[in-house]
């Protein structure tokens, strides 16, 4: 096929007009052109008065072997810098392994780690045991909205925990840095899209599902892992693991359930508290990583969209944003989670503790659009090295803005932050929150320094987009679960220094959103299944 980028186009466009772009970077009749498959879709928003999609396509044409006309002819002929042939890596794996595994994999959370990890395992005959802390999808969207209404916290399924991981209440996003040469990028998003995703995800630029999408993704890929030999075990959580001679003999299922195992992934996210603790006290080799701390803020979604498009906004998918600012007091400000028309979320997950996050649906229909506004920190700023320092210094402004709104999520306006007074009414913004919030003084729950970087970095971007440091901006806080505190570490072959346990995504320290996560359990299945075969 001929790749054709940089075909741009107005943003009213109908498909013959993109069928007719096609055939002028081509120089061909349409007649001459058999189908065309859209790679990439994204928006040109540089000149307000004339943006732009821009799209790249690959293209089947009909070859005139009589006339010696083909697609290096053509590519040629067209005399365009833009066309050239198509090259595809599709993802391509055959397992090698030449020892026998003894017994299941035992998979740990059904994250997007942990899922692909699971699915390719079950696909090539290894019959995996999935075990999830929390509930299956739809019960625990049950148990995490009975949360927002009642307050009543299930510390094992909430936002955190349960079938499709912290993503699953969250944008969706599936946009990664993550360079990938081996197609591993790509069959993540073929892999969703067969499961339920919508079948644009494969080429937006800014590819997302949206949590009321996701869900039905992970429900799908979960019966298909049992149709392919798999077991998933909801609300069964990991609390011991046996070693012996610096190998895996062992796990322990709540407290009461003793399985063989000898090869263990612990795709556990970046909650796991309690797990971590256990690791390190069975001797697993951990370190404090750095994460970013900070809040959320929400203005008008329509504030953000004429900034982003101009008057072009309204025919436009939501406007999102991605803003950085390096602050004269030496740290880097951030925007981090950015969800269009979506809603904060209590996303707390232990008793006296209150942490904020966001989420979107598929729609991104809702009237605010809200960030995270972070900080990076690290163990200077947690006081010591400890391997589990990042988390105690997490609990700590957790516990503070749990204390300062009373177990409610804490909210202040942009302007009560910089009079350093507590808000007591709301402006023109109404917070689009899930769960109670109140009013209260935000410099309660951050530490003073990262309060005055995020001031800094409010008011810059203002400079980017007007009205963000608006005075009734609406904060909330804090936002702690950005990633993972905590590395497990592991070799190159992605084994930890106890054999038979492969630390795997997020949790582990090794991703940093829901593709890069995938992507990591597809490498720790590829290590498994290069070292072992199936005993089934």
């Given amino acids: 096929m001929i790749r054709i980028t940089q075909l741009k186009l107005p943003i009213n466009h109908k498909d013959e007009d993109l069928i007719d772009g096609i055939g002028k970077a081509l120089r061909l009749p349409k007649h001459k052109i058999l189908d065309y498959k859209i790679i990439k879709k994204s928006i040109d928003a540089r000149k307000k008065n004339n943006i732009l999609y821009i799209y790249t396509v690959d293209v089947a044409i009909a070859v005139e072997e009589k006339e010696n006309i083909n697609e290096d002819t053509i590519i040629k002929r067209s005399k365009n810098v833009n066309v050239s042939i198509a090259k595809v890596s599709d993802y391509s794996f055959t397992p090698s392994g030449d020892v026998k595994l003894n017994g299941r994999p035992v998979v740990v959370g059904t994250g997007p780690a942990g899922l692909f990890c699971s699915w390719l395992l079950a696909k090539h005959g290894y019959q995996p045991l999935v075990i999830e802390r929390g509930d299956e999808v739809r019960k625990r969207v049950q148990t995490v909205e009975h949360f927002w209404d009642t307050g009543r916290l299930n510390t094992e399924s909430n936002v955190q925990f349960g079938e499709g991981g912290a993503g699953t209440f969250s944008d969706g996003k599936l946009n990664t840095m993550v360079k990938d040469v081996k197609g591993r990028n790509r069959f993540v998003l073929d892999i969703f899209a ?28 979960r019966e298909e892992i049992i149709g392919m030999g798999g077991e998933v075990r909801f609300n069964t959580k990991l609390t011991d693991i046996i070693i012996e001679d610096g190998q895996l003999k062992a796990i322990e299922l709540n407290n009461n359930e003793l399985l063989p195992c000898s090869v263990l992934v612990p795709a556990i996210g970046h909650s796991a508290r309690d797990t971590f603790q256990l690791f390190l006290n069975r001797g697993l080799h951990l370190s404090p990583k750095p994460f970013a701390i900070g809040l959320r803020i929400e203005h008008k979604q329509i504030m953000i969209g004429k900034s982003q498009y101009g008057d072009e906004f309204i025919n436009l998918p939501p406007a999102d944003y991605k803003l950085t600012h390096q602050s004269s007091l030496g740290r880097g400000v951030y925007s981090f989670c950015m969800c269009p028309g979506g809603f904060v979320v209590n996303a707390s997950s232990e008793e ?22 972070v900080v990076t920190v690290g163990p200077k700023d947690f006081g010591n090295t400890d391997p589990l320092s990042g988390l105690a210094f997490q609990k700590k402004w957790e516990q503070l803005a749990y204390k300062s709104a009373r177990g409610q999520v804490p909210v202040q306006l942009f302007g009560d932050l910089l009079m350093n007074r507590p808000s007591i009414t709301i402006g023109h913004i109404k917070p689009n929150i899930k769960g109670n919030y109140q009013l209260t003084n935000l410099r309660e729950c951050l530490p003073g320094d990262i309060i005055d970087n995020l001031i800094e970095g409010i008011q810059a971007f203002e400079h980017k987009i007007k009205g963000f440091a608006h005075e009734e901006a609406v904060l909330s806080a804090v936002e702690t679960r950005t990633s993972s505190p905590v590395r497990i570490h592991r070799k190159d072959d992605f084994e930890s220094n106890i054999k038979g346990i492969y630390p795997c995504g997020e949790g582990a320290g090794y991703a940093g959103g829901i593709t890069s996560a995938a992507m990591d359990g597809i490498k720790v299945f590829e290590s498994i299944a290069s070292k072992y075969f199936p005993q089934y």
């Fill in 352 to 373: 006296g503790h209150m942490c904020v996050n966001g989420m979107s649906n598929n729609a991104r229909d809702e009237e605010n659009a809200n960030s995270a506004i």
């Fill in 194 to 221: 067969a499961h339920g995703a919508p079948g644009e995800i494969l080429y937006l630029n800014k590819p997302h599902i949206g949590t009321d999408k996701l869900r039905t993704v992970v429900e799908h890929m």
